[in-house]
């Protein structure tokens, strides 16, 4: 599976973005996806899986209520809908891919590149 990010850029705080991650790949759509993120000088943290059939969503503490994620299968893309955004949230976002939720959200399989995303105060 080849993951290709896109959608990232400079936003005002308590703005939105969106993200796209499309994929490719006879089974892509049959895959787990998911968001991670990297801060400057931090570790790469998980933000948000999905199921391959969209039915469960997994999100982190410090995301929950601000960022939804979304897949549509017939075009092979998740998304990451960002709402309400702050500066703390400026990073790097990877999307990444693996065979079950538990392996999206900790281990992924696969990594895409990553989207610059800036939040500006």
């Known amino acids: 599976v080849q993951l290709q990010a896109s959608g990232g850029g400079l936003v005002q705080a308590g703005g939105s973005l969106r993200l796209s991650c499309a994929a490719s790949?006879?089974?892509?759509?049959?895959?787990?996806m998911g968001w991670f993120r990297q801060a400057p000088g931090k570790e790469r943290e998980f933000v948000a899986g999905?199921?391959?059939?969209?039915?469960?969503?997994r999100y982190a503490d410090s995301v929950k209520g601000r960022f939804t994620i979304s897949r549509d299968n017939a075009k092979n893309t998740v998304y990451l809908q960002m709402n309400s955004l702050k500066p703390e949230d400026t990073a790097v976002y990877y999307c990444?891919?693996?065979?079950?939720?538990?392996?999206?959200?900790?281990?992924?399989?696969?990594w895409g590149q990553g989207t610059l995303v800036t939040v500006s105060s």
């Open positions: 990444a891919a693996g065979d079950r939720l538990l392996v999206v959200t900790t281990t992924p399989n696969y």
């Open positions: 790949g006879r089974t892509a759509s049959s895959y787990a």
């Open positions: 999905i199921m391959w059939s969209g039915s469960i969503t």
